[in-house]
């Protein structure tokens, strides 16, 4: 679509319909009026398959990292049917594989990508008493969780940022994990007992990053939200993302993927386990780069290599 600050179209912006998600999409909207002053947006809350099911009870969502295809199927649709014209998500929140009509040219800058632990009890997860519950939906929280602190319990905790915090506070479990990014961009971060470093719990590929999708076929639009493009974010990320393709983008075994980059220097970690705890373990790559091509080669090389240093079938 052509896309003039005086033109009469409104473009439309599908997200979420959570708090969080919607700021995320004010966050882009912003952006987006001050590249282009005249713009008229609209910002198109969706309600996705990943937010019916969270208000239906605590039984854990499908597929891998708290049932990721289920946060953006809907809006994909809706971006696929001239619904709305982009679409904002936290790139946690996507699949390794994106629809083939659909590309993301365009990253925000990333947020701290770690996770952060809350609790009313203890002021970090080493300091939980033995049998206390901590609440996490998340598979790769669960897992590294009970890998590092088997003595602990994990009981299902779904909803929004703002919901989970609630059911901590009422008691409903002794503690619980959260992204320090929705943390900070909700102003909630006060509420932080401490901050994991990424060598000890690895977060999510994408966690932290806010990306933006069109459809190929709108080169104009494409044009304009690339002005707003991170290229540190967008390359660790794409990065992170090629470690994802080569393990399977339905894998769900539990993982944990983050690429730092330093002018052309790339450190790569990942960590993986079992659902239970069992067998995980973690490797780190620190390379020197010559291109951006090189950044999405070293994620697809790392991604090979865990699938050999991985314990036969653990993968299945």
Not at 127 to 134: C, E, Q
Not at 210 to 231: M, P
Not at 255 to 277: F, K
């Amino acid at each position: 679509m052509a896309v003039k600050p005086e033109s009469k179209v409104t473009l439309r912006i599908g997200t979420r319909g959570s708090p969080l998600a919607l700021l995320q999409a004010q966050m882009v909207e912003l952006r987006l009026h001050s590249v282009l002053p005249g713009l008229k947006t609209q910002i198109v809350p969706i309600k996705t398959s990943g937010d019916w099911q969270a208000s239906q009870g605590e039984a854990p969502l499908p597929q891998g990292e708290g049932g990721k295809a289920l946060f953006a199927k809907e809006i994909q649709e809706a971006l696929l049917k001239g619904q709305v014209d982009l679409a904002v998500h936290s790139m946690k929140d996507l699949d390794a594989f994106l629809p083939p009509d659909l590309t993301i040219p365009c990253m925000l800058p990333r947020e701290d990508a770690r996770d952060a632990f809350l609790s009313n009890i203890a002021q970090n997860y080493k300091d939980l008493p033995r049998g206390s519950v901590v609440g996490t939906s998340s598979p790769r929280r669960q897992a590294f969780l009970l890998a590092m602190r088997p003595d602990l319990k994990v009981a299902p905790l779904r909803g929004n940022v703002e919901t989970r915090i609630e059911k901590m506070s009422a008691k409903a479990v002794d503690a619980t994990f959260l992204a320090v990014a929705g943390l900070k961009r909700l102003r909630k971060d006060h509420l932080i007992k401490s901050v994991i470093p990424i060598h000890e719990i690895v977060p999510s590929a994408g966690q932290g990053a806010i990306g933006i999708e069109v459809r190929r076929k709108d080169a104009k639009l494409i044009s304009v939200i690339s002005r707003l493009n991170d290229d540190n974010t967008y390359a660790c990320v794409a990065c992170e993302r090629a470690v994802l393709t080569t393990l399977g983008a339905s894998c769900r075994t539990p993982v944990g993927v983050h690429a730092e980059l330093q002018g052309l220097r790339l450190r790569i970690r990942a960590q993986l386990a079992a659902p239970d705890g069992s067998g995980m373990f973690r490797d780190v790559e620190i390379g020197h780069l010559n291109s951006y091509d090189d950044l999405i080669k070293i994620g697809h090389n790392f991604g090979r290599r865990l699938k050999e240093k991985a314990p036969a079938g653990f993968f299945a």
